[in-house]
């Protein structure tokens, strides 16, 4: 491929996760975020293609808000969740 060449079909388009997904790791996690933000799928239809509930992907929202995509590693949302979830619970107050 020269310098002036187009890029390959598909080149640079964002890959969802496979529906049967149950390993989630930040990339995954991201990747979701970015179609859900961006609208090529709603929140609800992210909810039931991969079986996950609303909370558990504002709960990444949150994190990526907070400290970037690290914060979508497991032992990140583990240590950082109190964090995480106490905007939601603030709010509720």
């Not at 496979?18 to 991201?30: G, H, I, Y």
């Not at 690290?70 to 964090?83: D, N, S």
Request: net charge positive; glycine share 6%.
């Amino acid at each position: 491929m020269s310098f002036m060449s187009p890029p390959p079909p598909g080149f640079g388009k964002q890959v969802l996760p496979p529906d049967d997904t149950v390993r989630w790791v930040p990339s995954r996690k991201a990747a979701v975020l970015v179609a859900i933000r961006d609208g090529h799928i709603s929140l609800d239809e992210a909810c039931k293609r991969w079986r996950l509930s609303i909370e558990e992907i504002q709960l990444w929202q949150r994190a990526v808000a907070k400290v970037g995509t690290p914060g979508l590693r497991v032992t990140r949302v583990q240590i950082y969740r109190p964090l995480f979830e106490s905007n939601e619970q603030d709010g509720k107050k």
